[in-house]
Each structure stands twice: as C-alpha cells, then as structure tokens.
C-alpha cells in the first residue's frame, strides 16, 4: 500500500507532541527528534488503516520528519513563530490539546456503564415502539382542501390518485407512500392522525402540522424490526459519553466567574 503524503502528514501532525526519549531518531542542526514519534506515528497509520508497519514506512516518516524539522527551523529563523497570526493558531491548537487530554481523563475516570446502555436502549424502544406502519398522505395548503379530498375518497376516488395534487412532490406520484416508519420519525401530532386507525382506514379530519394539511392513509402495521442492544451498543456509549462531557462543560462554565 503506497502512503499518500496527506495520511502521512495528518499521522505526524498527531503525534507532535509526543513525550522525547534519550534514544532519537536523527539529530538536526542540534535539535534531537525522538524515535518515539516514529512509533507513534506508525500506530496512527495503522490504526486508521492508511498503512502497515514497514522498513519502508518508517524510512518514509523518518524522512517526513527530518524535513519538517528542517523547515520548522527555518520558520524560526524567519521569525514565523512571532507572527500574531501564527501565535493564534498555536494557543488554539495548544488549547485543542489539553482540553482533549481532559475530556479523555474525564471519561476514563467517569465510563458509560452497562447499566445506562441498557437504560438508554429500553428507553429508545419505548419511545419507538413495537409496532412500524405503513403510511400515505396528502399535503394540502388548506384545510378546505383537505376536507374536499377526504370527501372525494369518501365518494369512491382512488387516494393514491388524488395523491397526484399533494404539496409533498417527493410523494406526489407514488400514491402519496411514505414507506414504513414508526410513529416515532414522525411530528407527534401527524403521528397521532395515524396509529389509531384500521388497516386501509383514513383519517376522518385533516391532520395538521407545520407543513399544511394532511389527509392520512395507514395500509398496514407490522412488528418493528429494532436493532439488538449488542448491535447499536457502540453508538449508545458514544452518546452518552458526549453527553456526560457536555453536561460536565456545563457545570464547569456555570461555576466560573465570567464578566
């Protein structure tokens, strides 16, 4: 696998602040570049699956390094680092890290536990529910118009051709199909227009929501198909981590004295 010198520059950006060690890499003009980064750098690529721990890779990063540390120098030298500019983007990146470094601690010393995966997950199905339905609907811009088309079912027409009128183009010519869903992906009230009807039945009154007026068909209901707690674990885990970083931010920012 060829490294593209973008992968290979992100891996070293990652690891510029990799602690030094006695052994180094290469000493240029003076200044020491521990080989410890080379080996952070490595385990960067790998993990991301950008390469595989090589001869070759490690010429090729030692190699990256010795030039940037090249051009770091004759940065200095040109006073690059003293630019207002440069400053700002150094203190944000320097500020990137540590803040980083603390959430990391955070949540190593604060884990999600099992038994808020499960809470969340048992939470999810409830709000979810059991069931999944198969709706149609017809978006009109008055509730006149609406009444008028339920009327029209009413009298015989066929919804899926008066479905050809619908504001909703998306629908408008596939009979109005919104596929199946549970109520749960739809705006409550549009929602509640549906679950209480027959299979076939449609909705006695216009259903309205932000979008106009909706005449609703419900053709059929079937069990939900949820994922299993082990299938959508990682990601309940990544929720709720950002969630206890975020309130933990809160509770921070609302102790201190801003003025």
């Known amino acids: 696998m060829t490294l593209k010198p973008a992968h290979l520059l992100l891996a070293l950006i990652a690891v510029s602040a990799a602690p030094a060690f006695a052994q180094n890499l290469a000493v240029v003009n003076g200044k020491a570049i521990p080989t410890s980064r080379v080996d952070e750098a490595v385990k960067q690529l790998v993990a991301a699956g950008q390469g595989q721990d090589s ?44 803040v980083n470094q603390l959430a990391r601690d955070y949540i190593q010393k604060n884990p999600v536990t099992d038994a808020e995966i ?61 596929d199946w869903a549970t109520p749960s992906s739809f705006p409550p009230e549009f929602a509640a227009g ?16 932000a979008n106009g007026f909706h005449v609703i068909k419900l053709d059929d209901t079937r069990a939900a198909k949820l994922p299993s707690l082990e299938e959508v ?27």
Do not use: C, W
């Open 233 to 259: 674990k990682p990601q309940i885990q990544d929720a709720l981590a950002q969630k206890k970083l975020a309130d933990y931010r809160d509770q921070m920012v609302k102790k201190a004295k801003v003025q």
């Open 55 to 98: 001869p070759q890779l490690r010429l090729a990063i030692k190699e990256e390094m010795i030039a940037r540390e090249v051009l770091m120098q004759e940065a200095i030298k040109q006073g690059y680092d003293k630019k207002p500019d440069v400053r700002a983007a150094l203190d944000n990146a320097r500020q990137a890290i540590v």
């Open 118 to 178: 499960k809470a969340e997950y048992d939470r999810f199905k409830a709000q979810t529910g059991d069931k999944e339905y198969h709706v149609r609907h017809i978006l009109l811009d008055t509730e006149a118009d609406a009444n008028a088309v339920i009327a029209k079912i009413k009298s015989g027409s066929k919804f899926e051709e008066l479905a050809k009128q619908s504001k909703d183009t998306g629908t408008a010519n596939n009979g109005g199909d919104l």
């Open 194 to 209: 549906f679950t209480g009807l027959q299979k076939g039945g449609v909705t006695e009154k216009p259903v309205k929501t």
